[in-house]
């Protein structure tokens, strides 16, 4: 169980005050403050751990953050930035005496330029809406969680977040050019801009992935790319996870570079299958999901080169996608899986651990030992081509004996990707599920390194404390 | 998702059935991004995963609802799109129509609403209170501007007059149960449920079902004992009346199937649809139990069933483009969504679709009446979709929408009178562009 | 290394970081006791080119390590330049220089900065402490991001000793295609086209008649010019697509592979810019579409450039006086984008800012950032800016 700190007396004693301040910023519907509808935001998309806020705020603009920024800065009070809330760390689980303030109702496109591309968007715009207003142009915005349906932007930035077109495009780091940020004081910075490559230190870079320990994102001026002419998803299916590990290493040897490459196994393809009803070999043991690029000819000849790699690989099918809904199936099961595991079990834990790719098959075969050991059964998803393991282990909430097997079985993955060279999370981020794993990838000096860093920024540590960075005893 | 319900809560049917759906539910936060209500206010209280938390909250505490939780369950549109979307098969349906049922048992709303939701329960389903409490509408139109608006009941009562039409169609006699035979060879028989308001309001709806099944070889039966089918209470959680109401249709389709045999139950108002298809889940633990399954299996709306007996033109196609919008209870409710765009398409209409199709056009039963504000914004949001396609007509398959979105330029019309026309069928009025 | 860093630190001495040392006359000249020199750390530590990455120390030469990969017919994807002929020096550079100064090429447009592929360091604090951040694998989100914060900041906060990158396969074929005779707004034009157009255009640059007079092969017109990188069968269909594209802006050109290539390696070396012994050069970042405008704001300050990254980088050269750093970086700052003096005597360059300021509260966090990793001050003190 992950520990959490004491609530600071003195913020419990002037929740009221706390909740004037708040209420003389917004309008009254954007500060929750009872109880009963506090409950709902007491967590985020891992549900293990809940806390209920002292109050939420749901700013409209960036001024009104500013200013409840400046004026919770100077009451001291903690803060916890929030998106959609599908954090699958915990990086938005609120704490005791801490305001939530959500970002959901900064949804606002504000600028779209193709001759430049790029777009400028407010904090709580979902990642696909950013694509939706631009598609029918041709464009898109490259980062695609699996949550992209539902995640914001904001969040997006704070997690680095990846998906499974990241092999070729590159993560959330990737594809930015700016943020508006406001910090703890409230002061509101601008980071960047429609050019490339500022000068000074990498503002973005560092900001990217921060977790909300930094500073809040108001603005995000995104990259925007023209789509291919075309693009077609491949299913091959094969005998053994270890089989159709080797033939992704295979791939990626021969110089292909699919847009993405995703793996499933056998309990994964049966219930994104009954979810999505996008024809997924149900007889496989393990299935890839290769999608490539380009014109019709462009597409034949690349998909051509990876079947032959495949047939190596003795597949039980190769099917090709034929039409476009077919393709949108494919991947509307593919980014279902997490919640399509709902079917077939109650709750679940979801790993993030990357590994190199080369130990894929050792870590697998890991995997469904411990799986054994600890009784539980366990989903493998992942995106195959960069390392980036999702294992879900299935338990029973109502059952404690049952989660604490799967957070122990977790912790274990995660030690085990460490050990190989790999880390902890490849895009989900630490928040509060890997906080106490931390050192098994840092030294003490490296994280207080970090903490500086932190510091340096909000020197009250104020901003989405109890995150990251073990506690340390004060 | 982990619950807290005590085994004693649990031996309650509907509780034990809200504790699956709930255990379902993993969290993720998907529904969200579909909500129309989210959407609009950007509150997780108003989103559908905000909204199951505070219905396992309520319920899970075996006390009064409370108003917070109330506030944010009554703006819940029942338009189920959180169901199209959830990857891990939550039945939320299920789960609203139990919150709103518990909520109607243990809270007390402020009197005015209360008299609003009664009068809205008695009259809706009724056809003949409905045709009176309309005329009385037209009447007090004009008075419309004197209600004050600073309060929610002036506001419902605005929206209720500005809902009613200015005139009122007068009845139509071949909506009252008979039996209407088909023409030529006979093909098939069912039923056709001519539903309460829809009556009232747009009776030129069931004289264009009745025409066309008639005309395709149908024998089409209007049962007696078949009024409302219930929904409407249904989702305003009066549980028993509600159930009444469903009963006595079951009662009267059942004699039809054991008699001359159905093979369908059809439905043109799609929220119907939704309702009559859950029966089997509703009277699970009651007598009527394997009649229930059967009529919910039966039940088919008109678009659906039309495509299963291969619907054909007769005219030539008339030029004209129809935006397709979609009904909630019948894109997310009973998940129909190709047959009626196909089926437009095999008629000759050139077919098209707003953006953002799968967000509820704010019509919802009796919701734009009890959230006008929402409704309103979710009206002209809708409306300026369609609009934005250049369509000559909105198709529709839901009265309720057709309602709601009626009062622009654009005449709205329930597909299958588009079918009809296209089928030998009168040319609905409204439309300007002649067929050929 | 740590231990050279924390006898520095104990006796109060700043160092000045470097790697070849060879462009140690950019930015602003460092008031530094003694040198520190990645010099001897060479050798590659680690290269897999299956799991598509390759580590380092910072010494290693860079042609050692693009030798290596493209012996595997891989590369690295950001295509970091060799600017000696800009700057003028010899010697090559290092493996950590390329990574402490973010130095990308012309790719960067579509594939990303230096540091965007820089996927693990290690590296020294102010303190003498060894820092690791990121690792081997693709994707870490990990804690902060310590590697993109060290990478390009000049050797300011951390000396690097070791460096992971992510790298690709090299392309099958590179292919160019040119138009000529456009001016620069019709030339950015037809880049944005380009770069807009489903083709996966891999560079797009503009070259006025002076420069690309400077590249053999190119003629004495103007030059707009794209590149596809691909199997040939794609480049060949891609570059027929592209013409067809931007056939409202005129004939277009295909370039042999030879000719191709050799464009843009003098793109990338930024050769055509040829700066005289008293002139300086500059490296300018604005959005796309206002590159024109500022090309011509600071040609009618006396200076030249060319644009590459679809019109959004200017290298430019001109006299090495005040008013002309002042006319460009003013320039820049009415525009919106960035500046970087690369080259110049000493005497401006410890004059002016040699970046753009920055505003109070960020120029404030810079310095609480400078504290964290370097406390006492004592890496490359004044590089990026005056009293840093
Ligand atoms: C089913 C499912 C699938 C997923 N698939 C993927 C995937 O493929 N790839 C992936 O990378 N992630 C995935 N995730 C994880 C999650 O969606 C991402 O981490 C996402 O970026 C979170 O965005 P959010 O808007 O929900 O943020 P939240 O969950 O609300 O917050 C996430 C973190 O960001 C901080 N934050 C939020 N907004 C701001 C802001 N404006 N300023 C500063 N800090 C802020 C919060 O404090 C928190 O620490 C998945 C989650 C789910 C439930
Ligand atoms: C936009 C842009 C800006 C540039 N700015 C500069 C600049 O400011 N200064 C400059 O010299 N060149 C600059 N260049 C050129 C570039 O730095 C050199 O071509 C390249 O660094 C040569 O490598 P070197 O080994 O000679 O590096 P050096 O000239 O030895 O070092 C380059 C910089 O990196 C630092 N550095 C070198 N090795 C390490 C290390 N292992 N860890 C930490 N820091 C290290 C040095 O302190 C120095 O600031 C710039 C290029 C571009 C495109
Ligand atoms: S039914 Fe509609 S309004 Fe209600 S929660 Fe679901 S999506 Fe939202
Ligand atoms: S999409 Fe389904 S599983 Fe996910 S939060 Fe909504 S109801 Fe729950």
Redesign the interface.
Known sequence: MISLPEPKAETLAKRDAIIAGLRRILPD?GV?A?A??L???E???L?AYRRPPLAVA?PETTEQLAAILRFLHQEDVRVIPRG???SLSGGALPLADGVVI?M??M?RILEI??????AVVQA?V?N??ITAAMQAD??FYAPDPS?Q???MIGGNVA??S?GAH?LKY??T??NLLGLKIV?M?G?I???G??????????????L???EG??AMVSEVTVRIL????GQRAMLAAFRSNEIAGACV?RI??S???PVALEFMDRPAIHACE??AHAGYPLDAEALLIIEVE??V??QD?LLGRIRAICDDFDPISCRVSQTAEESAAIWKGRK????????IS???LCMDG?????QLPLVLRRIGEMSEQYRLKVANIF?AG???LHPLIMFD??DPDSFHRAEAFGADILRLCVEV??????????GVE?RDL?HH???A???D??R??????DPGWLLNPAK?FPLVAA | ???HFSAEQLRDSDTAASNTVL????????????CPT??L?????DSP??RI??IK?MLESGKPA?E??VR?VDRCLSCLSCMT??????NYMHLVDHARRYIEETYTRPWPERMLRGVLARVLPNPRLFRLALRAAALARPAAGLIPTGTVTGKRMQAMLSLAPTALPSDSPAQRPQVHQAQGVKRGRVALLTGCAQKVLAPRINDATIRLLTRLGIEVVIPPEVGCCGALTHHMGQHDPAMAAARAAIAGWTREIDGAGLDAIIINTSGCGTTVKDYGFMFRDAPEAAQAARVSGLAADISEYLVRIDYQPQRGAPGLTVAYHAACSLQHGQKVTGAPKALLKTAGFTVVEPRDPHLCCGSAGTYNILQPEIAGQLRSRKLANLQERRPDVIAAGNIGCITQLSGSDLPVMHTVELLDWMAGGPQPSGLAAGGS | MAAAVADARAARRPLLVQGFGSKSAMLRPVQADATLSTRNLTGVTLY??????IAARAGTPLDEIEALLHQN?QQLTSEPPDLSALLGSAGGQSWGGIVAA?L?GPR??AW??T??HVIGIRAI?GRG?????G???????????????I???HGT?GIMTDITMKI??AP?ATGALILRGLDAVHGV?AL?AG??????VSGAAFLPAWAADGIPGLGSQTVTVLRIEE?P??VA?RLE?LAGTLARFGKSEILDERTAKRVWTAIRDVTPIRPGAGEAVWHL?????RGPTLLALIEAAGARGFMD?GG??IWAAGPATPALHDAITHAVWDL?????LMRAPDSLRASVPV??Q??P??AG??R??K???DPDGIFNPGR??AGL
């Not at chain 1, 279902?336 to 079917?343: D, I, N, S």
């Not at chain 1, 500086?452 to 920024?457: E, Q, V």
């Not at chain 3, 919106?336 to 970087?340: C, I, K, S, V």
Request: include cysteine; hydrophobic fraction near 35%.
């Open positions: 519907s929750i009872d009963a509808r409950k709902p935001y967590m985020d998309g549900t749901l959609a809330g599908t959500g959901m109702r949804n330029n193709y001759d430049d591309r790029f709580g979902t696909l809406g041709g464009f949550s349906l539902a995640c997690m680095n990846g990241c590159g993560v780091a990737n910090t004081e002061d910075l601008d980071i801009g429609a050019h490339l490559d500022a000068a000074g230190y990498d503002w973005l870079g560092l990217t992935g921060s320990q930094l023209r789509a291919a002419e290493d990626i040897g110089g292909i570079i009954d979810f380009g014109s000819a462009e000849d279902g899986a997490f919640g399509a595991v709902g079917r109650p709750d679940y990357t590994i190199p790719t080369g995106h960069d390392g980036n909430a109502n060279g790999g880390c902890l999370t490849g895009e989900h981020g630490v890997k931390m990838q840092f030294t000096t490296e994280l390194q970090q500086a860093i932190k510091t340096a920024f990251v | 998702m982990q619950t255990r379902t539910c993993v969290h993720c936060g998907f529904c969200t991004a579909t989210f959407v206010l950007g509150d997780e209280l995963r905000g938390y505070l909250e409370t917070p939780v944010h979307t959830c990857p891990s098969g939550v | 897999s080119p299956r799991e598509l990455v017919g973010n990308s960067r447009v990303g900065a540091r965007d604090n402490e060894v820092i690791r951040a690792g081997r694998v693709l994707k870490n989100v990990t804690g902060l991001d310590l590697c993109k914060l990478a390009g900041s906060l690709l396969p099958a034009a944005s770069l807009g157009s489903p083709f996966g199997f069968a794609s269909y697509q970042s604005t959005r796309p579409s990254w959004g980088r919106g984008g960035t500046f970087t970046v753009p920055e505003a509260p960020l966090l810079t609480r950032i504290a964290a990793m990026i800016y």
